[in-house]
């Protein structure tokens, strides 16, 4: 069984303007004869997908990687696709709970031993429009 990678990082979706979905025709003449005869395709997101963690801006990633996954699909009706995601620091709006956020941390830092889920809750409360993106796939 033949399978195939392709790892996309750093694409930094804004809410317009991204020079990626230009670019999105070339990606996949560059892969085309890679998975030609692949049963799986693995599109690796390694980080930083958002530019700044916001619904809008993975509302414009699920357009690109909805006709990216289009692309393949009609050139390889056999192929699955599966996806994989890793945030990066572009992936976190950091514009909530910041002040809170900042304490916690800083509380963190001086006393390890009074984590609680209830503060890790808070502190990751940054990548929410990250994990509801990656609900999708």
């Given amino acids: 069984m033949n399978i195939s990678i392709l790892q996309l990082s750093d694409i930094h979706f804004k809410k317009e303007n991204n020079s990626i979905l230009k670019k999105k025709e070339k990606i996949f003449d560059a892969i085309k004869n890679e998975i030609d005869n ?62 809170v956020r900042n304490l916690i941390i800083d509380n963190i830092i001086i006393d390890p031993k009074k984590i609680t889920s209830e503060l890790i809750d808070t502190c990751v409360s940054v990548q929410e429009e990250y994990l509801e993106f990656i609900k999708k796939y």
């Fill in 38 to 99: 692949s049963k799986y395709l693995f599109i690796v997101f390694t980080g930083d997908i958002a530019f700044s963690g916001q619904a809008c801006e993975y509302y414009e990633a699920e357009l690109f990687i909805e006709s990216l996954k289009e692309l393949i699909e009609n050139y390889n009706r056999d192929i699955k696709i599966e996806f994989i995601f890793t945030p990066g620091n572009h992936d976190c709006d950091f514009s909530k709970n910041k002040d």
